[in-house]
RNA sequence: GCUGGGGUGGCGGAAUUGGUAGACGCCCAGGACUUAAAAUCCUGUGCCUUUAGGGGCGUACGGGUUCGAUUCCCGUCCCCAGUACCA
């Protein structure tokens, strides 16, 4: 965790897996399960590869069709892939979110919520007319959309599909030249870097063919459109300029008909409605809309889906932006996809009992795109299970997201050999009560490892539905960069070859390097790219690992992202030698075993700094049930400056005031063992008298004591008309009256109410006092 | 654009069932110790004002509710994150 928050950890878990055959496996395991329960398959599939770099590319990496590393040129390459059928799971990844509602960050949820992405609606099915359809007359062919508005059926006036949708490709034949060249530029144009902020205009043509509207029977164009993705929903759209901001744009562009067929509220209404400025999205009751007019948009939509299921041309549907999770991956490591491919049998899954599939030693590149493991002929010639006929293996591994879905659950029973772990340990361990993570695991991680958990769950591994209880996203340390854009290209200047101007408030205006040239501030990610990254060791080298990591702790909350500034880590290393010196003053004073209840004398003094101990103590055990860390640093910090103020020398201290200096000094040194451990241990080996260290001594952290807590007097906050105009002394039980009393008799307060009338006095008991005057 | 989270001193940040705003630390200033420096210790440190006691203002901005608002409500501005022609 510590290494995360310094940017600069790597996934121990995955980088382990790969060198590990005991642990993958498992993966393959787990891997002919998903086959046998239908969960895994195969598909084709298009990727990215860069010629130069010999690689795949995810769509990040390579946008528009550049690789983001070397600049060449990407191209699509058809790929058979492995997936895990993640939609099927889909509706139990949303609704099981408040089973863990309680335990995890909103935001994490609510962008899982969005990956997922569930739209309910409805397919309803244009048949087309073409000229081709009505020479072959054999099957019925027809445009299928999705629609989240079926209510608004009545309002389209075409449908537009993508591209690459099969239509365009089945009626090729059939389209004018402008057609087919309109299809290349929208296709190129898409290919093209995606500038983030930047509109996309709309762009299409009416293809010729034409379909027809199965609730009104009309007769509509169908349109490509620049705006329709192939990879949501069907594809196809039905284009309702009225109610549709998209669909607008388009239809205004084009010189679409537009026809208004939602009206706001329940008005009904005849006749020809004012034309419209901007697409109207809400809903409201329905108008020229056949049978349907004058019903609401709510009933509308349910009665016109059942409609359209008992016709045969539609049915209720549920679409999500979630797809399939692509675990192929053309590597030479991670764990080989158990699978082998048979002429006479086909597809068949490797035995239990031949598991692990072993990776080789070494395997070179293929520079084809391929996994590098088809080059090696050790690796993929075998023979078919079924059979025993020569086969070929699968060369393709597994994404090592599939070892970071389950590596912890390995840990309730790491020697298994039969099983990824027994079903008694994990009902004896798991769930995972707190799990922690990073922030940018969100999406990805977490979401494989809640579906893998529903998996397990369903062939009988374990008994709950999700995997963690808790989680804590803690924040990343980030830095500041500075860089010069102006070549086309990103160049970073290291932090410390850098001059930075500031205002007045100290906020960055300007930056320039040795060299004047103008640079960008900003604050981002660690990286060594950018110069900007932190190396733990030289850390540890020059302020020591226990005041780095406890600055770290100390200077934000957990889950805040925290701006590298070396400049309080100083105060850490303060501190930790405050609470040395503390200790040495007192060594001799402090040493052998101590009792709970208190000897000697019991002065103001020492009930004042008992108190304070105890009242750490609270504290301190209440934040870090909280997993607040940065206020019981702050803690510690005030008893030891409470012990700083005691003032009496060791060597004049009564029994009563070394009971309570030991006791103070005690607390602190267990309480920061969390946060300091190398230092709380020597400093323990003081009260210890032996080197044995906390836990063999039996130390445990320390408990407060309630009745120490109390005060004997508290300050109670007078105010009048609202101000703060003074603060008596009370005693903590102190009833309503006697405050009220006390108040009124404060000299202060007193020149404040003298000769005015008073309206109203508020008494909060142990809190404050607050009267109002008039006049 | 939408969604989520925010906006508190020079800085990181404390404090919210509505009850003393600024804990703790950094920075800065002054002092002690020292031939001197470092280290350490002490004092001060939201802003304005006052000789002083004190007074006024202050939690992005403008309103509201309340004896009392950083906290609740309405509106505005700004920042961060996620995300996108999701039909």
Not at 78 to 92: G, I, R
Not at 128 to 143: A, D, L, R
Request: proline share 5%; glycine share 8%; net charge negative.
């Amino acid at each position: 965790g510590q290494l995360e928050r310094l940017g600069l950890s790597y996934d121990w878990t995955r980088q382990m897996a790969a060198h590990r055959p005991e642990y993958y496996k498992f993966d393959q395991w787990f891997f002919l399960k998903m086959y046998e329960m239908g969960l895994a398959y195969k598909k084709m599939t298009q990727v990215n590869w860069c010629e130069f770099d010999q690689a795949t590319l995810s769509n990040e990496q390579a946008s528009g069709g550049i690789c983001w590393r070397c600049g060449s040129a990407v191209t699509k390459k058809n790929l058979e892939q492995w997936f895990f059928k993640t939609t099927a799971y889909a509706d139990q990844l949303l609704d099981d979110m408040a089973e863990i509602e309680a335990g995890w960050p909103a935001n994490v949820l609510k962008r899982q919520r969005d990956w997922i992405g569930r739209s309910e609606g409805a397919y309803v099915d244009f048949k087309v007319q073409s000229s081709k359809f009505q020479v072959e007359e054999k099957n019925i062919e027809s445009i299928r959309v999705f629609t989240t508005r079926i209510d608004t059926i009545y309002g389209v006036n075409a449908v537009v599909v993508a591209a690459e949708h099969p239509i365009v490709q089945a009626h090729l034949g059939e389209l004018s030249p402008a057609v087919i060249a309109k299809i290349k530029e929208i296709k190129i144009e898409k290919m093209k870097p995606a500038d983030r902020e930047a509109e996309i205009e709309k762009d299409g043509i009416d293809t010729g063919l034409m379909a027809v509207n199965p609730f009104s029977g009309e007769e509509l164009p169908v349109w490509i459109g620049n705006y329709v993705m192939m990879e949501y929903g069907t594809g196809a759209v039905m284009s309702v300029p009225a109610h549709d901001e998209r669909d607008f744009e388009f239809a205004k562009k084009f010189g679409l008909n537009i026809k208004q067929v939602i009206v706001s509220g329940q008005q009904s209404v005849v006749g020809d409605q004012p034309e419209l400025s901007e697409a109207f999205s809400d809903y409201g009751s329905l108008i020229n809309s056949g049978q349907w007019s004058v019903k609401t948009s709510e009933d509308a939509k349910l009665e016109m889906s059942t409609f359209a299921t008992a016709n045969g041309f539609g049915e209720v549907a549920t679409t999500y932006r979630l797809r399939d999770w692509g675990i192929s991956r053309q590597r030479f490591w991670g764990s080989p996809i158990p699978i082998i491919y048979c002429r006479s049998c086909g597809v068949v899954p490797e035995k239990y009992e031949n598991l692990p599939v072993r990776l080789p030693d070494t395997a070179p590149f293929t520079g084809t795109g391929e996994s590098p493991l088809a080059k090696v002929p050790e690796f993929y010639e075998t023979v078919c299970p079924n059979c025993n006929e020569p086969a070929k293996r699968e060369t393709d591994t597994m994404d090592t997201f599939v070892d970071s879905s389950w590596y912890y659950f390995r840990y309730l029973d790491p020697n298994n050999a039969e099983m990824p772990f027994s079903p008694d340990a994990a009902a004896y361990w798991a769930p995972v009560d707190q799990y922690i993570g990073g922030d940018d695991h969100a999406v990805m991680h977490l979401i494989y490892t809640r579906f893998w958990t529903k998996v397990m769950r369903d062939i009988g591994l374990v008994k709950f539905n999700e995997p963690a209880k808790r989680l804590l996203a803690q924040g990343m340390v980030v830095g500041e960069t500075f860089y010069n854009e102006e070549g086309g290209k990103r160049v970073y200047y290291p932090p410390s070859g850098v001059m930075v101007e500031r205002d007045a408030k100290g906020k960055v205006v300007g930056a320039k390097s040795t060299d004047g040239v103008s640079l960008t501030w900003a604050i981002e990610r660690m990286s060594k790219s950018k110069g900007n990254g932190v190396d733990p060791d030289e850390m540890i080298d020059i302020y020591g690992a226990d005041a780095s990591r406890l600055f770290i702790l100390f200077a934000a909350p957990i889950e805040n992202e925290l701006v590298w500034n070396e400049s309080g880590i100083e105060g850490s290393v303060r501190f930790l030698q405050r609470v040395w010196r503390i200790v040495w003053k007192w060594k001799e004073r402090i040493h052998g075993p101590r009792s709970k209840v208190q000897s000697g004398e019991s002065t103001p003094e020492v009930r004042k700094l008992r108190q304070k101990t105890h009242q750490t103590i609270q504290r301190i055990t209440e934040n870090l049930e909280d997993l607040q860390f940065n206020t019981p640093v702050a803690a510690l910090m005030e008893l030891s400056n409470a012990i700083g103020d005691f003032k009496v020398e060791p060597d004049q201290a009564n029994e009563g005031e070394v009971f309570a200096v030991r006791e103070a000094i005690e607390s602190l040194v267990l309480m920061l063992a969390p946060f300091a451990p190398h230092t709380a241990e020597e400093l323990y080996e003081q009260f210890a008298g032996n080197g044995d260290g906390m836990l063999a001594n039996g130390a445990r952290f320390p408990e407060f004591d309630p009745e120490l807590i109390k005060f004997d007097e508290i300050e109670i906050p007078v105010q009048v008309n609202g101000k703060l105009r003074s603060r008596v002394l009370a005693s903590p039980d102190a009833t309503t009256d006697q405050l009220q009393e006390l108040a009124l008799n404060d000299k202060k307060i007193k020149e404040y109410t003298n000769g005015k009338e008073i309206v109203k006095v508020v008494v909060v008991p142990k809190r404050l006092v607050s009267i109002v005057v008039k006049g």
